[in-house]
């Protein structure tokens, strides 16, 4: 993944795959990042009556269609969740796990499936709250945490933590169909990790701690680390304007962040197939531009 | 001007007078490594305007413990040995620039 590519597109659904073929007819190289299979948005949806070609088509058709489009087009879908985007100036840098890749332009096609924050979850983001175990592992060292995980994969950074703080306090919060995965015993090799199997409910600072409430009581410690699958596009990309829950975008798909745009359900009502292809389309064209500027 | 690293023993004596920025981070904190040419740049941008200084807490952990440090990066802003402002997380140089402007 060393080349700078022209353009990174996030998320797979109408917005990302529509933004993806327009791209690529006009030549630019893209990195197409999201779900092998499409978005959960399409393929589990029934019928569909108001997509336009495809009279009564059920979702999981739909999604077969893009897959089949982006096939004939050779452009691959990379399975992979971006977990931040910086914006470097002329360039973008994107996390994905612990990897770096860079693109001249990006654009945000994430839909809208990030729940809300905690009460007392965003005043105290870099003040207690942290979305990274492994940025601020270092700083727990032989202190108290207690990490909300929202994935298995989350295990690992537990593991690591655990190395540095003095306790840990594991509560997995999975879906129902990765909680089979999960072990009665996680942690034999880590004595100080306590798996505790409760409901988060909000978030205080109290007396320099911080205090998870949840449905078994709270609990107390030096830092909680919200580990979860999707985040915000503010929390996302640092700096990125939003309007209320979506991302600010003028009519060019445009966000205030040069070179970054934005098109689907993650930029506004309606949420709707038809919209979210259609805005995916605007923002490659938009991008085309921004990459043909940077090179004059 | 460029971005200097420190450590504890020089802390003091770098923030003493006029504006400094210190940015404290690790090496394994990928947000900190994002920021650290945003911070060179804005340091040649600002260069007369204030210092920029470095700090790797995992080498100075009490000064990430005098000031309450909980996540990383962590951009502080000194004036005359005092801490005015604090920023956390990574922020694209325009922002960037505009906090520390806004305590000159
Ligand atoms: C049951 C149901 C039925 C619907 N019926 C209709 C209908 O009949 N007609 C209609 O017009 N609309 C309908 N909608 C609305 C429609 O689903 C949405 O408007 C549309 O899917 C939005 O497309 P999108 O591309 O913006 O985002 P989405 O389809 O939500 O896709 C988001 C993509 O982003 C990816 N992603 C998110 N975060 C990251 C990350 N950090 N890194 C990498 N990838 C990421 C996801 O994996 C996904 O691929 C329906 C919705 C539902 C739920």
Request: aromatic fraction near 8%; hydrophobic fraction near 40%; proline fraction near 6%.
């Amino acid at each position: 993944m060393g080349k700078r590519y022209d353009v990174a597109i996030i998320g797979t659904g109408p917005a990302g795959v529509s933004a993806a073929i327009t791209a690529t007819v006009r030549n630019k190289s893209v990195l197409l990042l999201g779900s092998a299979s499409v978005s959960d948005k399409v393929s589990k949806a029934h019928m569909i009556q108001n997509y336009p070609g495809l009279p009564d088509i059920p979702g999981q058709e739909l999604a077969q269609h893009f897959l089949d489009h982006l096939k004939k087009m050779e452009i691959p879908i990379t399975d992979r969740k971006v977990t931040m985007i910086y914006a470097m100036g002329d360039y973008f840098s994107l996390q994905i796990d612990q990897e770096f890749v860079e693109a001249s332009a990006v654009i945000l096609a994430i839909g809208v499936s990030f729940g809300k924050p905690f009460p007392g979850e965003d005043e105290n983001l870099g003040r207690g709250v942290s979305y990274c175990a492994t940025c601020d592992a270092a700083l727990y060292r032989g202190k108290e945490a207690v990490v909300v995980g929202y994935a298995p994969k989350e295990e690992a950074d537990v593991r690591f933590l655990a190395e540095m703080a003095q306790k840990v306090t594991y509560i997995p919060v999975y879906k129902k169909e990765d909680a089979a995965a999960m072990a009665p015993e996680l942690f034999p090799d880590r004595p100080n990790v306590e798996v505790k199997q409760v409901k988060p409910l909000g978030i205080e600072k109290r007396d320099g701690r911080m205090v998870l409430a949840t449905d078994g009581g709270e609990i107390s410690a030096d830092g909680i680390f919200l580990l979860r699958e999707s985040v915000s596009p503010g929390k996302l990309v640092p700096g990125l304007e939003l309007d209320g829950n979506h991302v600010k975008v003028d009519r060019k798909m445009a966000t205030n962040l040069p070179g970054l745009f934005a098109a689907g359900d993650i930029t506004g009502t309606p949420y709707q197939y038809v919209k979210s292809a259609g805005e995916g389309n605007v923002a490659a064209l938009s991008a085309v531009s921004w990459i043909d500027s940077l090179k004059k | 001007m460029s971005v200097k690293k420190i450590d504890s023993p020089e802390f003091q004596d770098a923030i003493k007078s006029g504006v400094s920025v210190v940015d404290f981070n690790a090496t394994w904190c990928g947000p900190c490594k994002m920021l650290a040419p945003v911070l060179e740049s804005l340091s040649e941008e600002m260069a007369g305007k204030a210092a920029f200084y470095a700090m790797d807490v995992d080498d100075n952990p009490d000064i990430a413990q005098q000031f309450g440090i909980a996540s990383i990066p962590y951009v502080a802003v000194f004036k005359d040995g005092q801490k005015v402002d604090e920023q956390v997380g990574f922020v694209p140089q325009p922002q960037l620039k505009a906090f520390v402007e806004r305590n000159l």
